[in-house]
């Protein structure tokens, strides 16, 4: 909780120096209880340097530093903290450093866009709308500039910067083929659009960012653009903001000055279906050009004389996708598996990762934990391995003050610890259970984790095969558990009393041994089975020196030399077509 505090004064404090005004979608946290000066200071200073780099790199060396999901997810957080800590304070103006080289303002402000994070945010903005429709385009993945033309001339081309100031691009952009050097009219003509690189059937999904914007961005700041670079560079136009205030009007007239890419990439749309199937054929589709989401926008919009260097109320981004992000890790929890595994969990803030919400995500092992060196209040960069699987990648912002790093002790588990419920062993003791009971042990029908749980949580639990001993009655005596039930649950337990040894012994936690060699391996009496040697095992295919030795441990054990005694005597063979000797194999998770 403390370290939570920290972050949120400090994520506070940058909002007033860098994050942009977002429109709802942050309203109504609850803010957590304040820390002490010293440690607000020490965080600020952290965490001032990490986001100047970031936006140092961004906006004026064309580098990214971290993924945009990771950097949109921590200005969401800033965001957030502003409103819930200062409710009351003016609006920032800036979102990007001013560098020394930014000399030239812009005719009109450029205003950004407001990042919304999901689908029922974008819902939420698409119904405050009063008109429809509305429009869509895809978000360029490029470099913003205003270009401007006086007396049908390109007068100037001036680099995004701070949205007010920015650098002198003119002597670049006049070498780029698709910016016209003349329009066909000398009325003023202000356009404010995005420098791409371009590509050939650039497909967004597969393809990702292939470091376009860099690419522009570092051709632009050299003082030398050759013929053969400008020809690489595109320009798409999404404003005009001295045009004409009508949108389809705008849209003619840019297609008539030279710029028809404006048109064919802009969509009506009515509905938040449309917007989500226009965004999922863009991110699919073959393009001229990377992209990393849509935008959505008034067609009509106030004029240009009227805006600022912040987010507009009138137009927003919906990103990709994201493939990264950053999230807060509350805590770490470390489970115990039915082997002695043990594996550390991150409990996460949730957040969207591809578009599916992301609350825990696993460490790996102890030794990656350690080597990750992940504590509560961290604040991590999270991706997804496989496209499926999310993982951590990295610490991004460290919690100050930063919890001990405390490794529980792996000696304390194994394959043979907690064959009963004592104290420390419910969690290996339930993974058990489960696997006992799973189509791979002895496949009980209906009878899940959920069961064992419940099962030991009223009492009636105290060893492996306890559940041998219960009656429909006490089944009854669960809550929520009705006749019907308790029913099942008894003729799953009688059904696996039937199973072969073999699916008991594996049921048990047997190592596992080729399917090959089963019949074989496992065909003798439960006396030669505990009095074979690891030598021994070993002259079967497929069993190595560990194999063999985790064998002779298991037959050895006390506690399974106790529950091999009580298995069923009556025949090994089940009932013929209900049985097989094959346990089901493990599913893949």
């Known amino acids: 909780m403390k370290a939570r505090a920290i972050r949120c004064v400090i994520l506070a404090w940058l909002c007033l120096a860098g994050a942009s005004h977002s429109h709802g979608a942050d309203a109504g946290v609850a803010c957590p209880p304040g820390t002490d000066q010293a440690s607000r200071q020490q965080s600020y200073g952290a965490l001032t340097r990490q986001l100047r780099a970031w936006d140092e790199a961004y906006y004026q060396h064309g580098e990214r530093l971290v993924d945009d999901g990771v950097y949109d997810e921590a200005k969401r957080r800033w965001r957030r903290w502003r409103r819930c800590l200062q409710p009351d304070a003016p609006t920032a103006t800036q979102s990007t450093p001013v560098s020394a080289r930014d000399e030239l303002e812009h005719p009109f402000a450029q205003t ?19 008109d429809r429709p509305l429009w869509i385009q895809p978000k360029i993945d490029g470099v913003a500039v205003t ?49 791409y690189l371009r590509l050939t059937d650039h497909v967004q999904a597969r393809d990702g960012g292939a470091s376009a914007r860099s690419r522009v961005a570092g051709l632009l700041n050299r003082h030398q653009l050759t013929a053969s670079e400008a020809r690489e560079i595109g320009f798409f136009a999404w404003a005009w903001p001295d045009g004409p205030r009508a949108g389809e009007e705008r849209l003619q007239r840019l297609t008539q000055l030279g710029f028809p890419d404006t048109a064919s990439y802009t969509q009506p749309i009515d509905r938040l279906s449309q917007v989500a199937r226009w965004r999922d054929h863009w991110y699919h589709a073959a393009l ?21 260097a912040e987010p507009p109320s009138w137009s927003i981004a919906w990103k990709y996708p994201a493939e990264k992000t950053l999230a807060v890790v509350e805590a770490i929890d470390v489970s115990v598996g039915r082997t002695g595994r043990l594996t550390p969990v991150a409990r996460l803030e949730p957040v969207l990762l591809d578009d599916r919400e992301v609350g825990s995500v696993s460490l790996g092992s102890l030794s990656q934990w350690e080597a990750l060196d992940v504590r509560p209040g961290d604040e991590v960069e999270i991706a997804l ?12 912002i460290p919690a100050k003050p930063r919890a001990e790093l405390t490794l529980p002790d792996e000696t304390r588990y194994d394959a043979l610890s907690c064959l009963t419920p004592s104290a420390g062993c419910r969690e290996q003791f339930l993974a058990r259970l489960a696997w006992l009971g799973g189509k791979q042990g002895l496949d009980m029908a209906g009878v899940g984790p959920a069961t064992w749980s419940a099962l030991m949580d009223a009492g009636l639990i105290d ?17 929520g558990v009705g006749e019907a039930r308790a029913q099942q649950w008894i003729e799953a337990f009688r059904a696996a009393e039937a199973r072969s040894r073999k699916r008991w012994l594996v049921a048990l936690g047997m190592p596992p041994v080729p399917k090959a060699v089963r019949q074989s391996a496992l065909a003798a009496p439960l006396p030669i089975l505990r009095a074979r040697s690891a030598t021994a095992w070993q002259t079967f295919p497929g069993i190595g020196p560990v194999r063999s030795e985790q064998l002779v441990r298991f037959f050895h054990d006390a506690t399974i030399d106790e529950l091999l005694t009580a298995l069923p005597k009556r025949g090994t063979s089940p009932p013929q077509g209900s049985e097989t000797d094959e346990p089901h194999p493990p599913k893949t998770i």
């Not at 060893?463 to 809550?479: A, H, K, T, V």
Request: hydrophobic content about 35%; proline content about 8%.
């Open 112 to 130: 950004g866009l407001d990042k919304l994070p999901d689908r029922r945010a974008v819902g939420e903005w698409l119904s405050r709308q009063p």
């Open 385 to 396: 391995a496989g496209a499926t699987i999310p993982r951590v990648e990295r610490v991004v």
């Open 463 to 479: 060893g492996l095969l306890s559940w041998r001993s219960l009656d429909i009655g006490q089944l009854q005596s669960l809550p």
């Open 147 to 195: 270009l401007v033309y006086r007396n049908g001339r390109l007068q100037r081309a001036i680099s995004r910067g701070d949205g007010s100031m920015g650098q002198d691009w003119t002597a670049a952009v006049r070498r780029i083929e698709s910016v016209p050097a003349t329009l066909a009219t000398d009325e003023p003509v202000t356009l404010q659009g995005e420098l």
């Open 288 to 308: 001229p050009f990377a992209s990393d989401g849509v935008v959505v926008k008034r067609p009509e919009r106030p004029p240009g004389a009227t805006w600022r």
